[in-house]
Every structure is written in structure tokens, then in C-alpha cells.
């Protein structure tokens, strides 16, 4: 309150920053451990305070005006007299002119290890908490973290853990570990300051001295604040209107999703060759509800009545589709409002992504007319909704079959290779999948509410650029997470986020940090590529959770065992060496000759001679130290057993009998095919067929194979770390 | 001289160490900047030359068995006058006891900046010189750089360049930039300390202090010696001797890759299905020569006379390839040396690799025999050699045709896969491949030997585990480099080269960072994976030199700019905007509806009309600022444009007439292709045929394309500079 109030004199006097006595103030209200120190008027008093406090002292010019303080010299440390203090004193008196408002008075804090930490307000995800390596090095060295705020103590004692240089909060050179409660105190108290006070644009306290006790004193804090006249993060609406606006974009969504009519405006005849238009798309793709082509300038299309405008209709429509050009897309807009008709996708493209000034300008003129109808608007500048169980496809060439993945595209060229990637490879169909490019008024956050409450979608994939609302996505995401696991591809993470601000804390923090601590909170998997989304949502999907990160290869060939190592280093798998135990076990029926039963198990016989592949499974299975498993293929060499056949044998026997072995433990299939024969390749074609329709995910090289499995590893491990954790989060889960 | 000797006196005594003042006089020996400093042996010598040094000064014991001197108490710093002096010489006197000789002044350097350097020894490299961020965070922050000795000026200065933190060796919070010649000679003084000393085993110089005049000082040093019975680095032999014994290696090479007659020890009837033995393999791919199988056991293989042994061969011959189980390769090895055959391949396995006692005793007996016979092994545990022009090969399904890429592998799968993988996806054939396993006498450098003076191989690759003599491979890998690019495959990044040592220095070297520093120093171009390698071995061989960083892209569809910018982020290339003056002259032929002109420039109308696209690229390779260019297929949906017959149309221009428009810069394809359609696949097909026959390198994916241009133009670029580098170097180019 009485802070609220200073903050508020120094935003009317045109301040920036608050002085150094408020703002240690400011911190030590939140429980931060600052500097001890009295404000002092006159050389007197001041030699009278450092006498009772002990020597050696420091001394500080105070002033709202005053700033750079070392370099103007108003700091002197390590006074170790009254005289040193009166000198000190008079010498700041001096340098500070008419700025100066006083002298501030500490005891000189020692210590070897230096910290910072601090808070900055991103564009996107709002107020983000920093730490790190501090002193005059913390740029250079940039060994820092992030957490968007609010975080608890136990995300705050995480990002200590994520340091580069985290063994300097251990014990350390004769001196104590880091007093851990007084960091998350630290951490958590920058969080709710940020949450607290918009006014407050940054904080940073550096350096952050930890003493040889562990203990942790901020010696030196500037507090930026927002200017004057700029708004504070935009006000979130009541929780009750905001629930009743989520009620109402998931009515609309679903009635999107499963619409009993569409009207295409801007509806053409279908060409023979080549795109056949949005009208064609639907029509062509079955869809059975009422379909009506909207065009002015012909009274048919194939036979079909057309009407010139949607007041024309028999009745309002679930959705309308509005493919006409850029120009045009604003009349097209207002006759939605005019007919009633409040669900929208604008396919048309020429808008913001254009980047053009008349692309702007237009956009923003259907942003006026979207608010001032009410409108629920998917794009403009996108594919649209794909839901294979509603027959309804805006683009070509996508499968009719119903499945548990949904993806949430701001790309339309993604959208529709996404679903060709995971189709064709992982027999994964989708139950809803929306491109919603520019974003109008339905964004990222908006798709996934909807989808959370959707039956059909047991996965989620999304290809996100940017968010208008990164805090609420951050909550969905953390909420939705884990229940339906969410696997996203961030793309511009070099470019994102990036602003011009004025501490430490906001100058270290790119787009592509803030996105990696987004990661880390919500446990969203993170993926690379389209080709990885798919490889790491079938693992998610097929395969019974990972409960460790221990992993055992079965295969053949050459410079597997060190490949296999290499990689499995490089994804942070484990490798474990077989027990003594298990490999006298093992070589019961495993000859030595041509066989290496370590780990990757190269061992011929097994794949040869498939009753044993059975039993050596089941031993491998019943081991603690075992977590998942892949057999590696090299389809090259096995070719050459009965003309491709054995492939067949093998294929069938992962497909209907190896999961009886496994104890519940997931297995996945990995193939080598390097020789440009069309029979290996039909082998190779026959086996992904065979395990895709079985469910068990089949992947190009020991690479990505252990890359998704680690994905799946470290999403089950975040979701068991996270079912324990603060009930502020957990109320997602409701 | 006198160092040597008090090194070997050092060492006599049992010391593992030497003391800092002979640490420090041997530092300065070299040229390093060590702190002033005298010994003294009373207290009043003492307080007479601190005076004339000037307070305040350092005082510490000095002992050869005094160590850990920070916790014995025996650092005084910060003494500002003759008491003080008096009173920490009578202190350190007590607490050195028996140990104490004497007492070390120093002037208290003072600096804020604290570096670190050093050397050790690596098993396979030899000494390795280190420089990294210094002071008690060296081993938590890892900031620390390798290289392997012996190193010159500009390779000291690149060590600098490449700390994370490189920011604090500039001019600094009002100090001067680091000394960068004291800097260069410290390093390259390190370096030349190391190769006179075989006795030491590590140097830690930590702190070397850097004052706000950005001079360097030593203020302590660790030297630490060779254990006195450990024998000092292989003595290599005198340059003669080795030059006569490469000549002789050359030769063997040479007779085994173009043999007029081959014996098989170890010959068997070759099965109709199924690996048909090496005598089958080799008589299969239609070798010309005399090939003798070798069998006791009968009369003849397919009509063809066997003989019993090797000496009962009629004439001696040009290769001997064992193929017996383990246990019987000592005897087939001693029939070699009594028949006076030499040159030999060892295919069979069950040595040292299996890791068991027996294996390895077999290793050695093999290698003892080996030695007495001055035989020329490749192998054991390995696929041997294969020769499309000596219609020679020792395994099956590799193509016959000759080419410009050489491959050394220490995996025989890897051998076959790579041969397959380059063959199929880029039509590049082989000149010599060599697998040679556990490299009993002949190791990678022997092969690169041969492979420098072998006029039929243009480019070479390697896949390696270890190397017996790392400093060689450097030496010859940086020579041929500059004429035959060479692309290496490091496997087991992660295990090798680890050892205990003692030091800083040492403890933070692992093997990954020293194979590091030899890509650094080498150029050799490092790739993760044997796609990776054959992506970039058709980039280096079929592409002009690349002049620089900076890539334009010519595609469509959704999201490709994003992901380009990604990519290009990812792999160190640039993407730079397009000149307001190109963009106009685009625009002359491209118009703006549907046609982005950026970079990537999505322009749908220059993939449909091709007459368009000559002229595109003309313009874009005649901008400076471009220095190659990637054309980006989505063939999912170029295949809508007459059935397919348009991609044909794009994959002929590109074969036969883009290059005349690309002013003497490099193009490369990337697709992409997703639908789960034969047609696409087979245009996706012809497509690649097409390039592949006209040499233009085609790659799955954007990212394979731009990481092939990337380590492309990184190769050409390290040439460029090496081209002008030190004298020492340039001697390999002869």
C-alpha cells in the first residue's frame, strides 16, 4: 500500500527508477534478505550509526537523481574508521550536488560467491524471474535462467539446479552451501512482487552475495518502472467473464467442429486440375451437412444453386468460409454480421503476415468489425478446420479416419504435412486440427481450450510462432498437460520475444530462454520438426509410460554398440551395462560365437532364430534397471534370410506376441536400409505396415527412435515429479 | 639444460611436483609473464626488499614438499608494511616446520579479471595446451578451450575468440583490453614447454591475473611431473626412418589395392543364400586375378584347385585375406611370414574387441608375429578392402563403378552402409575403401597415407573410434585437408580420451573437447552421422567453393520462412534480406499476389513458369551479399501440375541449365514430400535420378541442405585462411 503509493510519486515525478532505499525496501516487504542500512544526513550521525554497526563500513550517495554511482564515486566501501566515514562522507556530499538526498549507511558484506537475480516483463508471457552467476561477469559468462512468474518454491529451487555452474551453490572451498529457503524466498518474493506492482517494469538486485555461512544479502538493487503513460500488462477480465467467454468460444468452436451446414463465400466451379478452391475442398471430401456456394456472378455451380450474399440464405449457417480476395474480405466480414452468422474462417490471405502497410490496415479493419459482431474468427491467412468424423477438409489429400491427435497449426502449409507425416508413418489419424494463422480473434489458447474438453483428442501437437496470451498458455499447457500430453514445435524461437530494455536481467533474456523455461514449467514436450512431432506423439500414444531412463538395445551391425552410446548421450538416455547376473542368464541360450551380449545385445541368433527372441525379452523385462527397449533392424543384412521373409516373421512377431514378454515395458522398432534394392525396400514397407496397424512405433535409425523414447521418458518423469506438487497448480486439474 | 636437470632431480627425489619458484623461473623461461618474485630465508631480508618493492606485497612458504599452502596457512596477502611483513615471515616459518625453505615476496598484482592456463598430456594427442576463465569458478563455470600442441600465435588467439566469455578479454568496465601478443605468447610458450619436456606431465597456471592495463601476470603456478618410471610420449622415430617406413606402407597399400593375386586362408564353398564367405565375395564381384582358395580340408571350390597352405602356393602373392575362426589366425598368420607373403587382411573377429582375456592374449600373439614378419595387417575383426577398379571386394552388393571418395572406417558395417548411402543418394562411387577394425598394424594415419598420394581419390572420409598417434593424424589431416577435404565421423565422442590427471587442466578435459580442438585445428569437417557425412561429401565434392555464409532460399509454402530462419540460426548460416533494389527488379516478372519477396522467397510463379526462374536466380547471383542458393520442393504439391510431368520439367532445368545462371555459385534441391502416394514418390524418384546424374546434390529437408552448405562453406572458408598461415604449417603442402 505505502509502496503502491511511493511507486506511484516516482511514476508522477517522471522517474524511472526508484532510489536505492526504496527500492531495498520494495524487497525486503517480500521477504528478500537486503543489506542493513540507514539513510543519514549529516557526517555525524553517519560516523555514530558505523561505530554501533562495527567497521568496516559502506557508504552510498542516495538521491531519486542519483544513478551510476560508481562511477560518479558515490561508493566507498571498506571504511575502517570514523575518520574513513567522515572523509567518505564529505567526498559524496560533494560529488552528488544538488541530487543528493542523503548517505546510506551498510555494514560491509563479504563474500567470494556472487549471484543475480532479478525480473523483467516479456511481451508475451508477461513478468519472467531471472538468476544466475552474478558480479561484474553476468553478461559475459550468461550463465542465467528463467521461470515466467508466478513460480513456487519448488520451481525456484529448479532453476538453481538448471546453472551451468550449479556446483557453486553446493558447498564450497571451506565455505557453506547456499541457504536454499532463502533462495526460493528470494525467487518466489521477486514473483509475487512482479504480480503485486505492474508499475514495476525490472528488477535487479546484483550482485546477490552468498557468505561463507550460505547465507545470501542483496547488496545493490535497481527497480525500473514502466512509464508513466504506458498501460500495465492488459488487465485479465473478472474470473467469471472469462469463464463465460471460454464457455462461449468452445460452444462456437464446437459447433465449427461439427457443422450441420457451411456457406463458402466466394464458392468457384472446381477445377479439374491443380487446387480445386474452399467450395471444392468440402464438397469433394464428403461432407454430408448443407453446403452453400456463395457467389454473386454465376446462379450455379455444377448444378448447384449459388446465392450472391450470406442474407440470402434459407437459414443461418454453423460456418462460413470466406475465400475471397484480401480487398474484398471486409464486406464479406460484415454481411456475417449482418446475416447472424458469427463463426468464421477467412481463408483469404493479403493481411498483417504481408507485412505490407495495406495488409495492416486491412487486418485492422477486420479486427473492428470481428469486436463489433462478436465474431468467432478462424485466421484470416490459414487452412482452416480439418474433422475427419465431420467429413469437413478445407485442403486435399487427407485421411478420412478418425484418431486421438489434434493440431493446433499457426502454418497451413504444417497443418496439412503434419497430418500426411503422422498418417503415413505411425498410422496416427486425427480428431480435430486447426490452422489459424493471423489469429484474428480465435488464438492458440482458444483451439486448446476446446480441445481440452474434447473426447476424441487424447493428444495434442501444436506449431506455435507466437501467442497473444503467453500466462494463460503457460496455465492450459501445465493444466492439459497431464492428461493429454501436449508436443510442441515453437518455430522463430531466434527471433521471438526480443526487446529493447534497460537492466541485466531483461538484456539476457531472449525469446528462445523464455520459451525453454516455458518448457520446464509446463512440461510440454518440445520437438524440433514436424517429422519429431510425429515420432515423439506415437511414442506418447502406443507405448505404456517410460518409468526410468534406462534403455536396452537388441540389434546387429557394426559400430552399433558405440553409435548406440553416442546417442544415447546426446538425448539423455542411459545405457546400463547387463548385471553379471543377467548375461550368465542370457548366455543360456545365447552362444558366444558371432553374439556380444552386452549393451546394445548384438546377437545374431535372437533375430534368427526367433523362439528366442521371446525369452530374451522377458529376461531383459523383468530387469529394474531396464526401462524400455528397441530392436534395431538392419534390414540390409536380414534381407538375406529366406529373400525378405524372416523380415515378414519378425514384423509379426513384434506386431502380435513380443508384448507379452515385456512386462509392461515399452518397446520400439528401429530400421537400417541403405542398399538401393526395391526388394529390401518392399520388406522394409511390408514391416512398416505390419507394426503401424499394430500400434507399435516403427522409426528411420536408432537416432530418432531414442530420441523419442527420451521425449516420452522425460514427459512421464515431469508428470510423476509434478502430481505432488503446490495445489495452486493443481487446481488445473479440475 | 639447468631446467632439465632440476627436473630430473625433481623427479629422482620422488616429487610429482616441482615448487613455485622453479615452477615460476621455467614459466618465464618460455616466455610466460610470472609475478617478480625473490626468496628469502630471514625476516629482516624481507621487510628490506618488500620496501623496495613497495607495499602492499605477498608473502608464502616455499618448500618442495609444501603443497595446499591456502589451507596450511602459508599465503600472506595484503601486507602494507614492515611489521606486517615481519609478522607473516615468523607465521609462515612456524607453519612450514621441516618443510619450509624458504619464503617467496611477490608485489600484489591486482586485477578483476582472473584467467586460467595450462597443459596436459591426452593419450591419443599428446600434450594439449588450455586457456579458459580462471580464479576459484574455473571447474564450476567449464569456460575453457583446448588445443593440441604444438600450436602458433594464431591459433593461441583463436583459443580466445572461442570462450563463451571472450567479452571480458576486450577492453572492459573502464579496463584495457587483454595483452593479446603477452596472451599469444603465454599459450604458444606453454605449447613449446610441453614438447621440450616430456617429464612434465601438467602445467595449471590459475589465476593468470589480467590488470586494468590489460597485462598479464602468473601469480601461481603448479608444474607437475611424469611418475619417474613412466616412459616419456612414444619416442617418434627419427624423420627418416619414419619417412622410409611410410614409403614402405604406401607400397604395401598399394600392391593390396590393385592385387594381380589374392589367396583366401580360410576358403569355403560359398552358400547359395545367405553371406557367401570372402572367397565368394571376392570371386562374385569378378576379380581378374589369380585368387587361391586355401583349405586343407578339400580338393577344390567349384571345380577350382584349392591348396593346403600358403607356402604351397605357387607364387607368392599380392594379398593374403584370413578368414578362419579366431584361435586359428596365430597359425594362418606364421604360414604369412614363412611363405614370405606380407601384406594381409584379417577378417576374422574374436580378438581384442570381445573384451575377454582370451581374445586379447590372441591379439597379441598376432601382433608379435605380425612384428617379427614386418607383415602389413589390415584388420582383424574388419570387411578389409574394397577397390571398384580392381574389381576387388569383400562383401557383397557394392556398386563396381569408380569414384572420387575414399572411405577409412574402423566399423566394417559402417563400410558397407556409407558405401551404400553415397552411392544411392548422391551418385558418388568409391575410390578405395578401407575397414580395418582392430588395426593391428595398419592404422587410420597409414591409410591416409596412402590416400594423400592416390591421384584417384578427390575427397576422403572417415569414420574413427581412436587413433594410436593423434599428433600424426593431425599433422597429416591438416595437409591433406587443403586438397582433398576430409569428412570424419568421430565415434564414441562421449568415452574416449578420459584419464585421471591431477590438475584443473586436466580434470576438465574431456575427449570430446580435445577432438574438438582438433576440427578446430585441423579443419576437418565433423559430421554426426554416415547420412550426415555422404550429405556433405556431395556438397564439398560436387558443389564451386562457397564464399561465404549467406544463403538464399527459393521455395513454397507455410511456414517455410520461419523454419528457414530456424535452420539457418541452428547451422551458423546467414539468411540476409533481400536489397530494396533486388526486391524491385523481382518484382519487374514476379508480381505480388501469392508471391512473397523475402528471403525465403516464396514465389509460387517462378516454380510454375520456369521461363521465370533463370532469370531469378541470375538476379540473385549476381548480389555480393548472396553466396548460395537452395531451391526448396514441396513436391506434395508441385505434383498437382500435370500429374508430376512439371517436377520433371523443374528437375531437367536445374540438371542442364540453372548452373549457367548462377555466376560460379553453388545450388542445391532440398524436398520435401509427405502425401502417402506412389506418384509422388515415383517423381520424387526421377527427381533424384536426374540431379544425381548431373551432379547437383538433392536432399531430404531443408535442414539436410542448409547443414551441407553450412560445413561446406566452413571448409572453404578455413582454407581460405589457413592459406596465408605460419610457415611450420604450410611444410605439408609439399
Not at 471460454?246 to 450441420?260: F, K, N, T
Not at 514378454?661 to 528401429?670: F, H, I, S, T
Amino acid at each position: 500500500m505505502n509502496t503502491a503509493h511511493q511507486i506511484a510519486e516516482f511514476r508522477q515525478a517522471g522517474r524511472h527508477t526508484l532510489n536505492e532505499a526504496v527500492s531495498k525496501q520494495l524487497l525486503a516487504d517480500y521477504g528478500i534478505p537486503v543489506v542493513r542500512e540507514t539513510v543519514l544526513h549529516n557526517a555525524d550521525e553517519a560516523c555514530r550509526h558505523a561505530a554501533a554497526l562495527g567497521f568496516p563500513v559502506v557508504l552510498k550517495g542516495v538521491g531519486d537523481r542519483l544513478t551510476h554511482k560508481t562511477e560518479r564515486n558515490l561508493v566507498h566501501i571498506g571504511l575502517d574508521s570514523a575518520d574513513a566515514v567522515r572523509e567518505a562522507f564529505a567526498a559524496i556530499r560533494t560529488a552528488g550536488g544538488d541530487d543528493w538526498q542523503g548517505c546510506l549507511l551498510q555494514p560491509m558484506v563479504v563474500g567470494r560467491r556472487e549471484l543475480v537475480a532479478g525480473l523483467f516483463r516479456d511481451a508475451q508471457f508477461g513478468p519472467v524471474v531471472m538468476f544466475g552467476l552474478g558480479g561484474i561477469f553476468t553478461e559475459a559468462i550468461g550463465d542465467v535462467v528463467f521461470r515466467i512468474a508466478p513460480i513456487d518454491e519448488r520451481q525456484a529451487l529448479q532453476m538453481a539446479e538448471e546453472l551451468t555452474a550449479a556446483a557453486i551453490l553446493e558447498a564450497f572451498r571451506g565455505e557453506a552451501a547456499v541457504d536454499r529457503d532463502q533462495l526460493a524466498t528470494t525467487l518466489t518474493g521477486l514473483s509475487r512482487l512482479a504480480m503485486d506492482h505492474p508499475q514495476i517494469a525490472e528488477v535487479d538486485i546484483n550482485p546477490l552475495i552468498v557468505g561463507a555461512d550460505g547465507r545470501l544479502t542483496a547488496v545493490d538493487a535497481l527497480v525500473v518502472l514502466t512509464a508513466a503513460q504506458s498501460t500495465p500488462d492488459p488487465a485479465s477480465p473478472a474470473p467469471e467473464a472469462r469463464r463465460q467467454d471460454a464457455q462461449a468460444i468452445i460452444a462456437a468452436l464446437d459447433r465449427m467442429c461439427r457443422p450441420r451446414s457451411i456457406a463458402v463465400v466466394g464458392a468457384s466451379r472446381p477445377k479439374p486440375d491443380g487446387f480445386p478452391g474452399m467450395y471444392g475442398c468440402i464438397r469433394n471430401f464428403g461432407f454430408p451437412g448443407n453446403l452453400y456456394p456463395i457467389n454473386p456472378n454465376t446462379p450455379e455451380i455444377d448444378g448447384v444453386q449459388t446465392y450472391p450474399d450470406l442474407v440470402s440464405l434459407p437459414e443461418p449457417v454453423d460456418l462460413v468460409v470466406i475465400s475471397v480476395p484480401g480487398p474484398r474480405v471486409p464486406a464479406a466480414l460484415r454481411d456475417c454480421v449482418a446475416s447472424g452468422n458469427q463463426r468464421v474462417h477467412i481463408f483469404s490471405s493479403g493481411f498483417k503476415e504481408t507485412g505490407e502497410p495495406e495488409g495492416i490496415r486491412l487486418q485492422e479493419e477486420l479486427a473492428a468489425i470481428a469486436a463489433e459482431g462478436a465474431l468467432h474468427v478462424v485466421g484470416p491467412n490459414c487452412m482452416g478446420i480439418h474433422v475427419p468424423a465431420s467429413r469437413l477438409l478445407t485442403w486435399v489429400n487427407a485421411s478420412d479416419i478418425s484418431g486421438p491427435l489434434a493440431f493446433v497449426s499457426q502454418s497451413g502449409g504444417h497443418a496439412q504435412d503434419f497430418c500426411n507425416i503422422a498418417v503415413r508413418k505411425f498410422g496416427l489419424h486425427f480428431s480435430k486440427v486447426f490452422s489459424y494463422g493471423n489469429a484474428l480473434t480465435l488464438d492458440s489458447t482458444d483451439f486448446l481450450a476446446y480441445l481440452a474438453q474434447d473426447d476424441e483428442t487424447r493428444i495434442i501437437a501444436m506449431y506455435l510462432e507466437g501467442v497473444k496470451d503467453g500466462r494463460l498458455l503457460r496455465e492450459q499447457v501445465t493444466a492439459i498437460n497431464r492428461t493429454k500430453p501436449i508436443v510442441i514445435l515453437k518455430g522463430g524461437m531466434t527471433a521471438s520475444g526480443a526487446r529493447t530494455v534497460a537492466s541485466h536481467t531483461g538484456s539476457m533474456a531472449g525469446g528462445e530462454k523464455i520459451w525453454r523455461a516455458f518448457f520446464r514449467q509446463t512440461g510440454a514436450v518440445p520437438v524440433a520438426t514436424l517429422d519429431e512431432m510425429a515420432e515423439v506423439a506415437a511414442a506418447l500414444h502406443y507405448l505404456p509410460p517410460c518409468h526410468g531412463r534406462n534403455v536396452a538395445i537388441l540389434g546387429t551391425g557394426g559400430g552399433i554398440g558405440v553409435a548406440a552410446a553416442d546417442s544415447c548421450s546426446r538425448v539423455g538416455l542411459a545405457l546400463p551395462a547387463l548385471t553379471d547376473e543377467m548375461m550368465q542368464q542370457l548366455r543360456r541360450f545365447i552362444p558366444p560365437a558371432g553374439n556380444m551380449i552386452r549393451n546394445p545385445i548384438d546377437a545374431h541368433i535372437v533375430l534368427l532364430q526367433l523362439e528366442l527372441l521371446g525369452p530374451t525379452l522377458q529376461l531383459l523385462a523383468q530387469a529394474d534397471d531396464l526401462d524400455m527397449f528397441v530392436l534395431s533392424l538392419h534390414l540390409d543384412w536380414l534381407q538375406n534370410m529366406e529373400a525378405g521373409a524372416h523380415i515378414d516373421k519378425i514384423a509379426a512377431f513384434v506386431a502380435h506376441q513380443a508384448r507379452q514378454y515385456l512386462n509392461g515395458k515399452p518397446l520400439v522398432v528401429a530400421w537400417r536400409q541403405y542398399q538401393p534394392n526395391p526388394a529390401i525396400q518392399a520388406s522394409r514397407e511390408r514391416l512398416e505396415a505390419t507394426l503401424k496397424e499394430a500400434g507399435v512405433p516403427v522409426y528411420e535409425g536408432l537416432d530418432r527412435a531414442l530420441s523419442a523414447l527420451a521425449k516420452t521418458a522425460a514427459y512421464h518423469a515431469f508428470q510423476k515429479t509434478a502430481a505432488g506438487q503446490s495445489t495452486s497448480e493443481r487446481q488445473w486439474d479440475n
